[in-house]
Structures are given as structure tokens and as C-alpha cells.
């Protein structure tokens, strides 16, 4: 399923995320398993977003939890700061949204991750309801794409790299190197 506004405020109300999830200092990791890609006007779903990655064990560098940051005073110290993030991380999620596509960041982040990592990004669409269909913009079609669904045979859910042509993989695999490929239906 691609994620919702609506499922991930739901999983906050329940209390099953942990919105705007924050490391300690003394537990802030050294690398990051992802690197957060989203427009300050999605703040609030990329902390949500985090949160869903921290309970399933990934750890996620998003910038509101940068104390060195200051999105008041912008300059290229903030850029060269970002770049040196992204080293630290394995992969980059691009967080489709209607205001992400109009976003001056987004795009020169997934193009600087891309040549460090070698295209190592992907799209979680962030979608207003769950009739919306996902459309990205052309350049973002290079990048799979990700999904939240249940492994088969079991009620546990997990975060999946998938290909427009039917490719996928399990997040952790993806982050160790496998690439999407194709499954036999059992």
C-alpha cells in the first residue's frame, strides 16, 4: 500500500509511531540506514515518517532533527552540512507530495545523493487519500519506488523497494545491496 495522510495520523493516534521520533545523543547513530528527502510543508509526515522507520529498526537522518540547522539562515555551510549527511546514509527517500514537486531542495538533494550513491533513491509517495493515484515527475522514474505491505504469510509489515515493471524487494535487503527482482507467486 502506498502510505496515506490519513493511516500515517492514525498509526500516531493509536500510539504505534512515534511522531517526530528523535534520537538521544548518546543513541544518535553514526549512519543512517535513510536519508529523509521532503518539503518543509510536509514536516509533519516526514516525522511520521521516521517514526514508521524507527519502529521497524531503520534509522533515518531528517533535517528538524539537525540541531546544526537553521532554516532561517541558509547558506552553503547548510548544503555542504547536507552532503556530508547523505554520506553517512545508505539510501534516500524522496517524499512524493503535491508540495515536494514545487520544492527547491528535493530535487538538487536526490541529485547529489544520486551521484554519491550511485542512484541509491527511492519515492514513498505521501498520498492525501487512498483514491489518489501516484504520478511522479519524469526524473523520479529513474528511482523505484516504496510501499508499506505485509510480508506473505504473516501479519508482519515491512517498507518494499519496488520497479514499475513488477521488481521488488524487502527495504533491508535493498539496503544491503540486492536489487528488485522478480517473485514466483506461491
Known amino acids: 500500500m502506498l502510505l496515506t495522510k490519513a493511516y500515517l495520523n492514525e498509526l500516531v493516534q493509536k500510539k504505534q509511531i512515534i511522531e517526530g521520533f528523535k534520537y538521544s545523543k548518546s543513541s544518535e547513530p553514526e549512519n543512517y540506514d535513510i536519508f529523509i ?3 518543509y510543508h ?3 509526515y516526514a516525522k511520521k515518517i521516521v517514526g514508521l522507520l524507527a519502529k521497524y529498526g531503520y534509522s533515518a537522518y531528517a533535517d528538524y532533527n539537525d540541531l546544526k ?7 552553503v555551510k547548510t548544503a555542504k552540512l547536507l552532503v556530508a549527511k547523505m554520506k553517512q546514509c545508505k539510501a534516500l527517500f524522496y517524499l512524493h507530495s503535491k508540495s515536494a514537486s514545487v520544492s527547491k531542495w ?3 538533494e536526490v541529485g547529489i545523493f544520486s551521484g554519491i550513491k550511485n542512484f541509491r533513491c527511492a519515492n514513498l509517495a505521501i498520498l492525501d487519500r487512498n483514491t489518489d493515484t501516484y504520478k511522479n515527475q519524469e526524473y523520479l522514474g529513474l528511482y ?3 510501499d508499506f505491505e505485509k510480508y506473505t504469510d504473516s501479519d508482519q509489515f515491512d517498507f518494499w523497494i519496488n520497479t514499475e515493471d513488477g521488481k521488488y524487494v524487502s527495504l533491508r535487503n535493498w539496503l544491503n ?3 528488485p527482482k522478480f517473485h514466483k507467486n506461491n
Open 69 to 75: 540547522l537553521d532554516r532561517n539562515n541558509v547558506t
Open 144 to 146: 523505484p519506488y516504496v
Open 37 to 39: 528527502s521532503y518539503n
Open 177 to 179: 545491496g540486492q536489487k
Open 106 to 108: 528535493c530535487p538538487w
Open 42 to 44: 510536509d514536516q509533519a
